[in-house]
């Protein structure tokens, strides 16, 4: 069976213009809500919230919670915005 016609498929993707990647250590401080964004096999969910704990070169040792501590590369990340209302 042959198609006679081009189809466009539109998928609905992250506008990733709007989320604030952090580029190195300086774009996050220790203790610094973040929210993971990476798609790694067998890594946390991307979108989890962790807070940074402890800042290298490259690399920041971020606590996911539940998922436990990892070693996240500054590109995976995002500064979380968190807006109190109370």
Known sequence: HKMNSDIQLSMSLIDHSSLNFA??????????QVIYRGFINGGPTSGTK???????????IVDL????????PYFLLSPSIVSETM
């Open 23 to 32: 580029k190195g250590s300086t774009d996050v401080n220790t203790g610094e």
């Open 50 to 60: 962790g807070v940074i704990k402890r800042k290298y070169a490259r690399k920041a």
């Open 65 to 72: 919670g539940t998922l436990g501590t990892w070693n996240v």
